[in-house]
């Protein structure tokens, strides 16, 4: 009797509270105190605690209605409703570890729940626990396969998990309820570029720009899946685009300055990589290409200045000591050349244009051993032609080496016949002639049909 009384007495009270809920007094505290009574006469009655923790929550007292939660399901472990209410209150308040908890336990009592099944997954997600949020994702896929957030979230991790093809698909199911989805299409086109499949990732960038006009990102890369399959003049209309829309991106205006290079537009690219190194003094491939363009305008003196404070950003790039030491060698500079090549060559001993060009300047120089050697270097990266032959012929034959002059002639003449026949055939009428070693040589004699001997 007395326990009856009791629970009646606070039944009585959680009654009034109830009352409240629909009128100016829903969620004050004076309904609060009405439920704190109605637990204080009877500390286990479930429904008391729950509400209470319901005014809590509204009234944004997140600590205390975690207590009343926690309460509850101390009460009643199967008390569904309660397991989600306390794990927003436990994410409001940044414990993690306890949303987790809530959540895991909720799901535990209904793993069809997809409302806890998707915050828990986001939590999984954003903590990285990748494993676990792709199960949660598949859960959650099962039961609404039209979730498309959740689509995406799942070939997202997949994506970032390297399982490719799952990813793919996982866009494509995603595209097959939302055709506009961006997301999908920008991802896919991430794909594509990844693997060089430069016509698919176009298109899907192509769809992109459709459903997000001026995006600079997409159309960033957009202009590099054109210029990858070589139509610069789509790429060219790409980077404008980007341009237009991100100004202050110096490396927008070096891609686009690139393109217009590659389509003859060379001022205009001038203009575009003049603006990149004014955004971005620091970026060295700019005033490499800057350097390019200058030399194709006969601007000597603004190449060599941009070729020069290309290597002071960065020292170690074979390629511009090679194109500084070539503008230097046509500029008579020869010192500074040869510095320059060798630096080339030593940076990247596979540079077969730097061994090339280093070549040729010894040759000029007068220094015959070397310029052997670099033409022979050339030959053993198999990037061999026939002026390296027909020069390594020279040399041998001006040192008095037949043997190995006669071979290099050959293949010289082999590869480009009409023209080093006529060379050597000049050469050969010359009184005192680097071919002497060779010229009553029959091998020789034979490369050259109707050669008149004396």
């Known amino acids: 009797m007395e326990e009856a009384e009791t629970y009646h007495e606070a039944y009585l009270l959680v009654r009034k509270a109830q009352d409240m809920i629909g009128t100016s007094k829903e969620n004050s505290d004076e309904q609060a105190e009405l439920f704190q009574k109605a637990i204080r006469i009877k500390p286990d009655f479930l429904e008391a605690h729950y509400n209470l923790g319901l005014i809590y929550a509204n009234q944004k007292k997140w600590q205390r209605a975690i207590s009343e939660f926690e309460a509850v399901l101390k009460l009643d472990p199967k008390f569904e409703g309660a397991y989600f209410l306390l794990a927003s209150g436990y994410q409001t308040v940044g414990d993690e570890k306890n949303t987790i908890r809530a959540l895991e336990g909720g799901l535990n009592i209904n793993p069809k729940d997809t409302r806890m099944l998707r915050a828990l997954a986001y939590l999984q997600y954003n903590s990285k626990n990748d494993p676990e949020a792709i199960k949660l994702l598949q859960q959650l896929l099962e039961l609404e396969p039209a979730d498309i957030e959740s689509r995406i979230d799942l070939a997202v991790l997949f994506h970032?998990?390297?399982?490719?093809?799952?990813?793919?698909?996982?866009?494509?199911?995603?595209?097959?309820?939302?055709?506009?989805?961006?997301?999908?299409?920008?991802?896919?086109?991430?794909?594509?570029?990844?693997?060089?499949?430069?016509?698919?990732?176009?298109?899907?960038?192509?769809?992109?720009?459709?459903?997000?006009?001026?995006?600079?990102?997409?159309?960033?890369?957009?202009?590099?899946?054109?210029?990858?399959?070589r139509m610069q003049q789509k790429a060219v209309s790409a980077y404008k685009a980007a341009t237009e829309k991100a100004p202050d991106r110096s490396v927008l205006f070096s891609k686009l300055g690139s393109s217009l290079a590659d389509i003859g537009k060379n001022e205009e690219a001038v203009a575009a990589l003049e603006r990149s190194v004014k955004l971005n003094p620091q970026d060295p491939r700019a005033y490499f290409l800057l350097g390019e363009l200058y030399g194709d305008l006969k601007r000597v003196d603004s190449a060599i200045a941009a070729y020069k404070r290309s290597l002071e950003l960065n020292l170690k790039q074979s390629g511009v000591h090679l194109s500084l030491g070539t503008l230097y060698a046509e500029s008579n500079k020869t010192d500074e050349a040869m510095t320059e090549l060798n630096a080339a060559v030593q940076l990247d001993p596979n540079n077969s244009y730097a061994w090339g060009n280093l070549a040729l300047l010894n040759e000029k120089l007068g220094l015959d051993k070397a310029a052997i050697q670099a033409h022979e270097k050339v030959l053993s990266l198999g990037k061999g032609q026939a002026l390296n032959y027909f020069h390594l012929g020279m040399l041998y034959a001006k040192n008095n080496q037949p043997d190995q002059a006669i071979p290099n002639f050959a293949k010289a003449i082999e590869m480009e016949p009409e023209k080093y026949r006529t060379v050597l055939m000049a050469e050969l009428r010359n009184v005192h002639s680097m071919l002497d070693s060779v010229r009553y040589k029959t091998e020789f004699r034979q490369l050259l049909p109707g050669m008149q001997t004396k």
């Open 160 to 229: 970032r998990n390297n399982e490719i093809e799952k990813a793919v698909s996982n866009y494509k199911d995603a595209l097959l309820v939302d055709s506009k989805s961006f997301a999908a299409h920008y991802n896919l086109a991430l794909i594509y570029m990844s693997q060089k499949k430069y016509a698919e990732a176009a298109l899907e960038l192509e769809t992109v720009s459709q459903i997000r006009p001026g995006y600079p990102e997409s159309l960033e890369l957009l202009g590099d899946a054109y210029a990858f399959q």
